[in-house]
T-cell receptor, first 114, second 114 residues
C-alpha cells in the first residue's frame, strides 16, 4: 500500500515568507508526528497528533511554527516569517492504533531559506 | 529522560566483512529501541525494533541487534556487508511518555569498500 507522502519534496523560499508543508499519512494511521532534521544530525521531534487533536507541541521551536490536522488525516506544518535557521529537512511519520511506537516516515521536505 | 549515544560517526568496512554499529541507551525503564536506515535522498526506513519480547532482534536485509540491559547497549550487526548497505544508520529510543515520540542518535555513516 501507499506509504507516507510529503509535499513539496523541495522548497526554496526567501527569508520572511511563510511556508506550508504537507503530510499525507498511511491510510488509517491515527497518530502523526513531525520531526526536523538538520544536516548531519538525527531527526528531532516537533509535534504529535492523535486523530485531529494536537497532543504534544513541546518540540516546536517558537510561535512561528504551527501545525494542524483538521480531519484527522492530512497535516500541515506552517512556518511563518521564515528565517535562515529554519532551513532543514522536515519529516513526517505516522503510526497505527495497534502499534503506536512503530513509526513510518515519509521522504521529507527539504526547506531552504535564502 | 531517554537518550541514545552512537559511538561512531563513521564506519568503513570491506564488502563481505562483518558490520558492527554501536549504540548505548539511557532509559529509566525498559525501553523500545529501534534502528532506522537512511539511504541518500531517501526516507527513513525501519530496520528492526526491540520491545522486550526477545533480546536478539532480527531485521530486514540480514541485520540484527542484541539488547543487553547490563551494558545498556543495542548494537547493530550484519555478518557480511553488501555494497547496498552503504547508508546512514540511526539508533532510536521511544519516549516513555504518552506520545511515543522518537529520540534519535546522531547517526553512523556506513561506507562499504569494494
Amino acid at each position: 500500500g501507499a506509504g507516507v507522502s510529503q509535499s513539496p519534496r523541495y522548497k526554496v523560499t526567501k527569508r520572511g515568507q511563510d511556508v506550508a508543508l504537507r503530510c499525507d499519512p498511511i491510510s488509517g494511521h491515527v497518530s502523526l508526528y513531525w520531526y526536523r532534521q538538520a544536516l548531519g544530525q538525527g531527526p528531532e521531534f516537533l509535534t504529535y497528533f492523535n486523530y485531529e487533536a494536537q497532543q504534544d507541541k513541546s518540540g516546536l521551536p517558537n510561535d512561528r511554527f504551527s501545525a494542524e490536522r483538521p480531519e484527522g488525516s492530512i497535516s500541515t506544518l506552517t512556518i511563518q516569517r521564515t528565517e535562515q535557521r529554519d532551513s532543514a529537512m522536515y519529516r513526517c511519520a505516522s503510526s497505527s492504533f495497534s502499534s503506536t511506537d512503530t513509526q513510518y516516515f515519509g521522504p521529507g521536505t527539504r526547506l531552504t531559506v535564502l | 529522560a531517554q537518550s541514545v549515544t552512537q559511538l561512531d560517526s563513521h564506519v568503513s568496512v570491506s564488502e563481505g566483512t562483518p558490520v558492527l554499529l554501536r549504540c548505548n541507551y539511557s532509559s529509566s525503564y525498559s525501553p523500545s529501541l529501534f534502528w532506522y536506515v537512511q539511504h541518500p535522498n531517501k526516507g527513513l526506513q525501519l530496520l528492526l525494533k526491540y520491545t522486550s519480547a526477545a533480546t536478539l532482534v532480527k531485521g530486514i536485509n540480514g541485520f540484527e541487534a542484541e539488547f543487553k540491559k547490563s551494558e545498556t547497549s543495542f548494537h547493530l550487526t550484519k555478518p557480511s556487508a553488501h555494497m547496498s548497505d552503504a547508508a546512514e544508520y540511526f539508533c532510536v529510543v521511544s519516549d516513555d511518555g504518552a506520545t511515543n515520540k522518537l529520540i534519535f542518535g546522531t547517526g553512523t555513516l556506513l561506507a562499504v569498500q569494494p
